[in-house]
């Protein structure tokens, strides 16, 4: 299979695709860089539709992420690429464990972020969840993560509000 060709083939990048593509990936290290290779390109639609893939490879074998997580955290400042590449990033961010020299830029990341009325709800919701596992290794967050969650309570959606709402109550048990 040539990863790149298949991402880009169709003119819409069905479900099926993506975790035909992940599966494929997930087989061997060489695949998985190739797939790296495409998320982290800079081109705008090849990048976009990798994203669905590189997340569901991580998902199905962590370990296969872990040369690349330096890549995820610089993916996060980036300004010029589609909504999904961000959201995978962050998506995948929760569900690891994050090296140590990386938390201090995910937690900026993360909670500029949440605070952005303009970032899609997903990228906050997986912000949410990112920060509060971090709140575990740094307790001094909790406070500002609360305020952010507390302020924003009223003009935030639904996914916003079921993530705030179990972040808070686990906040008020310990």
């Given at each position: ?21 992940s599966e ?5 290290p060489a695949?998985?860089?190739?797939l ?55 998506r995948?961010l ?47 967050i909790k ?32």
């Amino acid at each position: 299979m040539n990863i790149r060709e298949e991402l880009l083939k169709e003119k819409i990048h069905l479900k099926t695709s993506a975790l035909k593509i992940s599966e494929y990936a997930c087989s061997s290290p060489a695949r998985f860089k190739t797939l790296m290779k495409c998320f982290l390109a800079n081109e705008y639609r090849l990048a976009q539709r990798a994203a669905w893939s590189v997340s569901g490879a991580a998902k199905k074998n962590p370990a296969m992420i872990r040369p690349y997580i330096k890549d995820l955290v610089a993916q996060l400042k980036r300004n010029n690429v589609h909504n999904a590449v961000i959201r995978n990033s962050v998506r995948i961010l929760e569900a690891i464990e994050i090296p140590e020299k990386f938390h201090g830029e995910v937690m900026n990341a993360c909670f500029e972020f949440i605070s952005k009325p303009a970032v899609p709800i997903a990228v906050k919701a997986f912000s949410l969840t990112t920060l509060f596992n971090l709140s575990k290794i740094y307790p001094e967050i909790k406070p500002e993560l609360k305020v952010i969650i507390e302020t924003n309570w009223d003009n935030e959606t639904a996914a916003f509000k079921s993530r705030g709402k179990k972040i808070l109550q686990a906040f008020s048990k310990k």
